[in-house]
């Protein structure tokens, strides 16, 4: 009988640990890629690494930028607005 409950735990393990690591990568797939220095709008939904915060938005920068660094992101017509990394 020992056996068994042991068996029955295990089990439950188990499938609690890939159920787990199953909606890890489900949240991972939610958020979009976006290109490196494109001015997004500040209320941008999704989380970045690194963000320059420009006036009139925030882009995506690498991560070996550090905050207080000043960046720069590129407008839809490809003009660059000068800014500073925040996080």
Do not use: K
């Amino acid at each position: 009988m020992a056996a068994s409950r042991r068996s029955l735990l295990i089990s439950i393990a188990i499938s609690a640990s890939l159920s787990i690591a199953g909606a890890v990568r489900a949240a991972d797939q939610q958020f979009p890629q976006v290109p490196r220095y494109e001015l997004l709008p500040a209320n941008y939904p999704y989380p970045l690494a690194r963000v320059c915060y420009v006036q009139v938005g925030i882009c995506d920068v690498p991560t070996y930028v550090f905050p207080g660094a000043p960046c720069a992101c590129r407008r839809a017509d490809g003009a660059w607005i000068s800014g500073v990394v925040t996080h």
